[in-house]
């Protein structure tokens, strides 16, 4: 239910999600948070970041993981 795309992308990632509340986090290959926002944005600019791989991680109000993956800046 929960989808992150364009992977790779270039300025923003987009979140569709039915949840009403949900934190998405993305991390460098080195565990440093980057980015920390609700998804209720839907759209993360990510134009300020370097290309690289990333880890993205959406938890729940209740801190549970959701769904973890790679993100490719390109």
Known sequence: KINIYPNPGTDFISINSDLDYANFSLF???GKTIIS??????????????NSI????ITNAQGEVLKTGKWVKQ
């Open 37 to 50: 926002e609700n998804t209720k944005a839907k759209t993360i600019n990510t134009s300020r970041l370097q």
């Open 28 to 30: 460098d290959i080195n």
């Open 54 to 57: 990333y880890i993205y991680r």
